[in-house]
């Protein structure tokens, strides 16, 4: 499937295996808008604008009623407007209700489809790859040259495919699936790869789902992380407002359906994962890779082989505030953060209300829903009222507490169970201290105040 | 672009694996300018200073014979995660202008050659081997040579290293690279007429109102 992308995308051939490749699909947040100034000094224009799509995610609050915390932040945000109505981008600005996070309303608007290129400013954009897309992070340089060229010069990658055959147990979801095959592979095990997400536990899951997985690629050491389009990927797509019609969309579906790997494609990397050996899972550590099931144990760094990691350990364990050998269920949480690219769509906010439907947080527990319509549609089946009754704090749409840039962030020591993506030092804000986890896991961590096996409350 | 050639500088040793760029930067500071002349500061800022604002003694960067590095010899991984190119800008603000790793964030790596910042990539047993000489020289200094693609340790070894022959043109000129892609206008504007054709629902169509 990657081979197939690639080569359909190669303008030109240059040195040493780098190859001009056309971008299909560019998108943009306030965080990048530093690069539409650049392009603006040196007289250049947006080549093609009807392939880039803007909104504002990273910077804009989400607490309800005050979407910028301060002047510089306003003229970020304001900026953004002014570039993309200049040059003639779609923007879903403050007040849209389509506007969410970069990598939630790509696929939900339908920009993000499959057997295309796509590129964003941001090292999650793997998430687009769950439609079959080839979508990957870039520097804030190569979205100024993807503003004025709509190509990278790009070498092309090692492929790596990692299937998880079989059924998932209960409590066990598409988080628990990435965070088990990043403790497999580390933190740099993708590293100069593309990963093809296979197998009939992929195939059996949610788009919202497969979003989760490819999301995470990055924290793996992957770009770019993918996986073949079929019925459920189509379904997904089918009248979403920039996704083909009519005529487009039969051809489209031609095209797609012939995408899949081919049998006996070959990988320069193959990795296997059974999803009947996936528990819940929770990060005890500074790296995604720091993995575990909920019903392990803090390691014991002395236990480690290897001193480089041994002292790592020791320096992820004294962050964290952690003893070798505590039980992790029995780690305390200060707060609790569900949202993010990694966990904000419906499947997300309907797993953690199943667990806060008639319990009570204890400590305070924010839900932020990926988009305007997220939060719509949540609140028509009434998640909200869920969540509300439960003592959770419904907010709007928005990065939020994932990326410590907004002002929303942990104080100094808060432990967090976090649905984000990173545990690394200071993600979360200055000294504060990440678990992560899935959605349901998360609840279950609100209402019992620690990190908790969401299976003794669902039994 | 600053184009890279040759620099023979003081190294500095980082052990840790996975630094991440959140760590190189704290993302509080992405959103200034970073032709503020205090950008240097923002490196390393959470790890390097204490909540006062002075230095933590035990930072590589902050004890004497390493202070103003302009090459940093890391462990795996190093610049994983987030894809701020603000990372490289932080490193070329406080002068370093070569990072040898054993393997480095593919966005990170990237970004690297776009400030003329050049990112080796050498085995581990060698990049290890050259941590230690500098714990055990401080202030001892390498040569990381472009044209012959050789990093030379302090006791006088010549490794060699591999480096895209299009990335090592256009870190050795210092080109601009939207500069040289827009000369390739007639071959994209070709792509697009065959794209077009081929893939014409890549393509989003205007929402029907």
């Known amino acids: 499937m990657f081979d197939k992308i690639w080569a359909r995308h190669v303008v030109a051939k240059g040195p040493g295996g780098h190859v001009l490749l056309y971008i299909d699909r560019h998108l943009l947040h306030e965080g990048t808008t530093a690069a539409f100034g650049r392009l603006a000094k040196s007289g250049r224009r947006v080549r093609r604008p009807d392939l880039s799509f803007a909104t504002a995610d990273h910077y804009v609050q989400t607490s309800p009623g005050t979407p910028t915390a301060d002047a510089e932040v306003r003229a970020m945000v304001d900026s953004l407007g002014r570039h993309t109505t200049d040059q003639g981008i779609v923007y879903f600005g403050v007040g849209d209700p389509r506007r969410g996070i970069v990598h939630v309303i790509g696929p939900e608007q339908g920009p993000t489809v499959p057997g295309i290129t796509l590129v964003c400013g941001d090292s999650h954009t793997a998430t687009h790859g769950a439609f079959g897309a080839l979508a990957f992070g870039i520097g804030s340089s190569e979205v100024e040259h993807v503003l004025a060229t709509q190509t990278l010069w790009q070498k092309k990658p090692l492929t790596m495919r990692i299937s998880v055959e079989g059924r998932l147990g209960p409590g066990v979801n598409a988080k628990d699936v990435i965070l088990a095959i990043i403790a497999k592979i580390g933190a740099g095990g993708g590293v100069r790869h593309a990963i093809e997400y296979a197998g009939s536990t992929i195939r059996g899951m949610s788009m919202d789902e497969r979003m989760t997985v490819c999301n995470m690629s990055i924290e793996a050491g992957a770009r770019a992380g993918m996986i073949a389009p079929d019925e459920t990927t189509v379904a997904y797509l089918e009248a979403r407002p920039w996704a083909p019609r009519g005529e487009a969309w039969s051809r489209a579906l031609d095209s797609w359906r012939a995408l899949g790997s081919d049998a006996g494609a070959a990988f320069d990397r193959e990795v296997e994962l059974a999803a009947g050996d996936i528990a819940p899972t929770v990060t005890w550590g500074t790296s995604p890779q720091d993995a575990l099931p909920i019903t392990g144990r803090v390691p014991d760094p002395a236990a480690a082989g290897d001193p480089g990691r041994r002292e790592s350990m020791a320096r992820a364990l004294a962050y964290m505030g952690l003893r070798p050998g505590t039980p992790l269920a029995e780690i305390p949480v200060d707060r609790v953060f569900i949202g993010s690219c990694t966990n904000s769509r419906l499947d997300d906010l309907r797993a953690a209300a199943r667990v806060a439907q008639g319990r009570r947080a204890v400590v305070p527990a924010w839900i932020v829903p990926g988009s305007g319509l997220i939060k719509r549609a949540a609140e028509a089946e009434g998640l909200d009222r869920v969540f509300v009754d439960a003592g959770f704090e419904w907010r709007e749409a928005g990065c939020s507490m994932c990326v410590g840039m907004n002002g929303e962030t942990a104080c100094e020591g808060e432990r967090v169970a976090s649905t984000s993506n990173r545990n690394f030092e200071g993600r979360q804000g200055k000294g504060a201290r990440t678990h992560l986890m899935s959605p349901a896991m998360a609840a279950a961590a609100a209402v019992t105040g620690r990190l908790t096996d969401v299976r003794t409350l669902t039994a | ?209």
């Open chain 2, 1 to 209: 672009m600053p184009p890279f050639t040759r620099v023979t500088a003081v190294a500095a040793p980082i052990d840790l694996p996975n630094v991440d760029t959140d760590r190189v930067i704290p993302a509080r500071f992405l959103r200034k300018d970073k032709n503020v002349p205090e950008y240097s500061s923002f490196l390393f800022h959470d790890v390097r200073f204490a909540a006062d604002g002075t230095e933590r003694p035990e930072f590589v960067l902050n004890q004497p014979p390493y202070r103003g590095a302009q090459i940093v010899v890391a462990a795996e991984n190093f610049g994983c995660g987030s894809s701020r190119e603000a990372a490289v800008w932080a490193l070329a603000a406080y002068g370093v202008r070569a990072v040898l790793a054993p393997s480095l964030g593919d966005i990170f790596h990237q970004n690297c050659f776009k400030n003329g910042l050049l990112p080796v990539i050498l085995p581990g047993d060698v990049t290890a081997g050259l941590r230690r000489q500098l714990h055990e020289r401080p202030g001892a200094t390498l040569t990381v040579d472009l044209e012959t693609q050789t990093v030379t340790a302090p006791d006088g070894a010549r490794h060699r290293f591999d480096v895209d022959a299009f990335r090592k043109e256009m870190l050795l000129t210092g080109r601009d690279e939207i500069a040289l892609t827009l000369g390739f206008e007639s071959q994209i504007r070709e792509f697009e007429a065959r794209h077009a054709r081929e893939m014409a629902w890549a393509v989003p169509p205007r929402p029907s109102a």
